[in-house]
């Protein structure tokens, strides 16, 4: 009988959401940090008219700019290191794949644990993040340039990022822990005819999570969008500077939805039962052995529904497999291609809304772009983009990374300048430059998200069981992570804030100065039309590589190995038949 996968389908769409949870809470960090700067910025300002003279209030006000400026990058650049461990849960994914408890599950015996406790970590952590973000420090008004510069440090003090950093990678770890159970249940999950629509569940559940928690708490938090939409349409009073929901109670509520989840999961959704495949190497037990891989080897031909126990084969035997992975000619190409094509778009991957933020643009325009242009464009994508580039998985990865790296720094570029000369353009362009930037940005990275997805499914090798599948995915997260605090730092070293002075009409007028962002996104552009040019073409070379080179064939090698020995005892039976016949 058909198997329906409708009902799994929802199950790793939501797996996926729970994922997608402390993604978007740490997407919404680096904007919190911004505008603690942005208010640093304005302290600036209120030093200049505070101070004796206009001289030292410009120099003031030109010594917090450039603290607030190298702070900025700097933070961010230390903060991105929170979501590493998507890039190392390699090292323990074979732990997660071979110890579990066969009565309550393989996937479950992971999975539940550790939504469990990341759920508490957001319940009752959520003060401690308002305190490492010094949430409730305030700037009073200096009365000379001096206290200004002394309550700016103060400020600058209260925010603790590595405390964060520490937080959000706790929560990350054990959400990559999460990835490795729901990316190898997935694999046993869905019927082998549906098993490709895995990725699309993966796209489509951490696009809604991420919007649950980063869209929804900047929609919620900033105080205009909350005093013009939410609190009019709730029939609520308004409140100045004040917005409906904290960073910390969000954070609880998340926590409380993520544990409500995992309950349900926990009580009510049952795994396949293990089949038992071990083999042993005693010589009475050689034939089970034989008969076992060869079972096994049929099954994989026939089905690959079933996976190889990890827990059967040892840690030690997963290990090896996973090498004999890595030293495949066609994997080997795919990691150099995965660790370095994000390389080339990870100023506006990580910058562009940053420095938007610091142009003036607000974060109820950032929350707005979200539900009403990402998250669309992240679901309605992967499904379109299956029926157009349908088995060609890297020529739409391909075709998608051209406009990565040549119309997509051209919008961003124009929207930057829109933004930071918003008084002088009109509304209409204004919002066409932002839906332009980040709605092809969008599309690009949700295709190119969902083709590698689709490739790594296509190519996992039984053998390895959902190992292989996080090895893939490991590689793709690490291409993705180590730029973003390099480019970071990039921005933060080649950043000047230009020189301000008063001058004899009392007119404030700044020389100098150095924007980094145009510059480095030229110079990203035209290292990405050079990967093109390099790895282009082997990006083609393994799309078209037949399965058999993905395969590490461990399997095979270990039917050959097998001495059967029912052939040895037959062979002596026959002897003995023999011999009792010449005795006749």
């Known amino acids: 009988k058909e198997q329906n996968d409708g009902a799994n389908y929802a199950l790793l ?82 732990i997660v794949d071979a110890v579990f408890f066969k009565s309550f599950g393989r996937r479950k015996s992971w999975l539940v644990p550790v939504q469990l406790i990341a759920g508490l970590i957001m319940v009752l952590g959520s003060d401690f993040v308002e305190n490492q973000l010094g949430l409730g420090s305030t700037f009073t008004s200096p009365s000379s340039s001096t206290s200004t510069i002394d309550d700016a440090s103060a400020m600058l003090s209260s925010m603790n990022v590595k405390g964060l950093t520490i937080y959000f990678f706790s929560l990350y770890f054990l959400m990559a822990t999460q990835d490795i159970a729901v ?9 082998k005819k549906n098993r490709g629509r895995g990725p699309v569940c993966n796209s489509i559940g951490q696009n809604i999570g991420y919007f649950l ?83 096994k080897k049929k099954e994989q031909q026939s089905d690959d529904d079933d996976e190889l126990d990890a827990s059967e084969i040892g840690l030690k035997e997963t290990y090896r497999r996973l090498w004999a992975v890595c030293k495949l000619p066609s994997v080997q190409w795919l990691f150099l291609i995965l660790f370095s094509y994000r390389f080339p778009v990870s100023l506006s991957d990580n910058v562009k809304f940053l420095k938007a933020v610091e142009y003036g643009m607000s974060k109820s325009i950032t929350a707005l772009l979200s539900p009403t242009l990402i998250l669309p464009i992240g679901i309605l994508v992967p499904i379109v983009a299956a029926k157009i580039w349908h088995g060609h998985p890297l020529r739409q990865f391909m ?94 070293a080649f950043s000047s804030p230009a020189d301000c002075a008063m001058n004899s009409e009392g007119i404030e007028t700044c020389v100098g100065g150095r924007d980094a962002y145009v510059p480095l996104q030229i110079a990203m552009s035209v290292i990405g039309l050079a990967w093109i040019a390099m790895l282009g073409g082997k990006v083609k070379t393994i799309s078209e590589l037949p399965d058999e080179a993905w395969r590490t064939n461990l399997l095979d090698q270990d039917l050959a190995s097998v001495v059967v020995v029912p052939d040895v005892e037959s062979n002596n039976s026959n002897s003995k038949t023999k011999d009792c016949s010449k005795r006749e």
């Open 213 to 295: 928690s980063f869209v929804g708490f900047l929609a919620l938090n900033d105080p205009e969008s909350c005093n013009t939409i939410w609190r009019p349409l709730l029939r609520l009073p308004k409140k100045e500077g004040e917005g409906l929901v904290s960073l910390g109670g969000f954070i609880r509520f998340m926590g409380v939805f993520m544990l409500s989840i995992t309950t349900v999961v926990a009580i009510f959704k049952r795994e396949k039962p293990i089949t038992t495949t071990a083999t042993t190497t005693n010589d009475t037990n050689l034939a089970f052995g034989f008969e076992t891989l060869l079972k």
């Open 13 to 94: 769409i939501a797996l996926y959401t729970l994922q997608g949870i402390p993604m978007g809470l740490s997407a919404s960090i680096p904007f919190l940090i911004q505008q603690k700067i942005k208010l640093l910025t304005q302290a600036a300002a209120s030093a200049t008219a505070a101070s004796a003279t206009a001289a030292s209030g410009a120099a003031t006000a030109s010594a917090i700019a450039a603290s607030a400026s190298r702070m900025s990058y700097n933070a961010n650049a230390i903060f991105a290191l929170c979501s590493w461990p998507f890039s190392l849960k390699l090292l323990w994914a074979p």
């Open 399 to 492: 075709q998608a990374y051209k406009l990565r790296v040549t119309l997509v720094p051209l919008f961003d570029i124009l929207m930057l300048f829109v933004v930071k000369n918003s008084k002088q353009v009109s509304t209409s362009f204004f919002w066409l430059a932002i839906i332009a930037s980040t709605g092809l940005q969008a599309i690009c990275n949700s295709l190119q998200f969902n083709s590698q997805m689709m490739f790594f499914a296509s190519r996992v090798d039984p053998a390895i069981g959902g190992t292989y599948m996080t090895l893939l995915n490991t590689a793709a997260n690490m291409g993705g992570t180590w730029p973003s605090s390099f480019v970071m730092y990039l921005m933060g």
């Open 183 to 191: 990316d190898g249940w997935a694999l046993t999950m869905l019927s």
